[in-house]
């Protein structure tokens, strides 16, 4: 746990200069072009490579040293960021220098994050995933709240080379701390059949969709999470509208609504990491899931005068979805063999990413027809009913006993 902590503060470290200097970039783009058209670009550009090589990735950070994956990719994010920043100086090519920083950064996320994922397993004690989980989610609420007004500090006080620095500075951590510390291998990685048979990345790919596919379990709660992410981002990019045409309000409405989203997710990952969850992670999370369902609905259904209302129960919504988070990512972590999990990571969060269009595809006309209060209630009745659903099935409630069992 010593040595998971040392590279945990340096990822930390990273993690939230690289969301301040994303921040700078968006804005910095905003402000200079104008144009809706180039800032969907670069959020495309930003989840492409996750999508198409994600699954590719997961098999090479299950063949390969996850430590020196996660090194190269904050070498490779750091040195590009690095050149970036010398452009700006000299005023060269800075509008198509950023999209192809995002794609690199896209890239080296979409090798490092299943990595770290997969190496937390391999370095924590199975009772304490749900622990780090929260100190995961407490992070994540953090930079929720601080990094906007950080990231406007910093793109108001210095030149875009300078923002650009602060990137680079906060890698340096997590490159000197990740590089002092030995990552063990997963055991399966290791077994002399896997070395004499030698599997194609296409085979071995194959071997986590099957893992998933097998499962029943896994892939009844996988397929719980594509949809409620699909269906709450979807949600989330309508949250502008709700305040402003349902409830009335203006920026300073909608700052507060997302703090209070913000405050819940750190209240939330705060008693995840003191509390640690129940040995059993997946009936409390599923019943999280409702409760959060339940909440949307209650925002959903809110009159327009009651928006102290709603924004309370954002609270509670950014509480009780960090609880979720946490304790699934938990539970598949303990669930999945370690030496599996970078593909099956991978392949997850690419569907999940793949599919996140279709439901702002389905969002958009939706609420322009029938209004953004329906979206929000009929996503709340969907996740009130999946996550019921999944409550009533046995083998999802008793998934953690019979990876035991397999395990034994």
């Not at 409620?228 to 609504?257: D, K, Y």
């Not at 327009?304 to 509670?316: G, K, P, Q, W, Y």
Request: net charge positive; charged share 10%; glycine share 10%.
């Amino acid at each position: 746990m010593r040595s998971f902590y040392v590279i945990w503060i340096g990822q930390a470290c990273s993690l939230l200069g690289s969301q301040l200097v994303q921040f700078a970039i968006v804005w910095w783009l905003t402000r200079t072009t104008g144009s809706a058209t180039m800032l969907a670009l670069a959020s495309l550009t930003a989840i492409l490579p996750q999508i198409l090589i994600g699954p590719v990735a997961g098999v090479l950070v299950d063949r390969w040293s996850r430590k020196t994956i996660m090194v190269a990719a904050d070498c490779v994010v750091a040195l590009a960021t690095l050149v970036l920043a010398a452009l700006f100086r000299l005023q060269m090519g800075q509008m198509v220098s950023i999209y192809v920083l995002l794609l690199i950064r896209a890239t080296g996320a979409a090798f490092h994050w299943p990595a770290m994922q997969a190496s937390t397993t391999l370095m924590v004690p199975e009772g304490q995933l749900s622990r780090v989980a929260g100190l995961n989610q407490t992070l994540s609420g953090l930079a929720g709240i601080f990094i906007p007004p950080l990231g406007a500090l910093a793109i108001e006080a210095l030149p875009m080379e300078g923002v650009l620095a602060i990137d680079v500075a906060t890698a340096l951590p997590a490159i000197v701390s990740m590089s002092a510390i030995a990552i063990p291998r997963p055991a399966g990685a290791m077994r002399p059949e896997r070395a004499d048979r030698n599997p194609s990345v296409l085979a071995e790919l194959r071997e986590g969709l099957h893992f998933v596919l097998s499962w029943k379990a896994v892939l009844m709660l996988s397929v719980v999470g594509i949809v409620i992410n699909m269906l709450g981002r979807a949600a989330a990019s309508l949250t502008p509208l709700l305040v402003m045409q349902h409830f009335g309000g203006g920026a300073l409405q909608l700052g507060w609504w997302q703090s209070a989203v913000g405050a819940g997710s750190v209240v939330g990952g705060v008693t995840l990491g003191v509390w640690g969850g129940f040995r059993r992670r997946v009936v409390p999370m599923l019943l999280a899931l409702v409760g959060d369902g339940l909440a949307i609905i209650v925002i959903g259904l809110s009159p327009r005068e009651a928006f102290l209302l709603a924004m309370v129960t954002m609270f509670f919504v950014g509480f009780l979805e960090t609880i979720v988070m946490g304790l699934n990512g938990a539970a598949f972590q303990a669930i999945i063999p370690p030496e599996v999990q970078g593909r099956v990571f991978s392949l997850l969060i690419s569907v999940s990413q793949g599919l996140s269009p279709l439901g702002l595809l389905l969002a958009g006309p939706t609420a322009d027809v029938f209004g953004v209060r329906l979206w929000w209630v009929l996503t709340g009745i969907i996740i009130v009913l999946m996550g019921s659903g999944a409550l009533l099935v046995p083998a999802i409630v008793g998934i953690e006993e019979h990876a035991r069992q397999r395990l034994r």
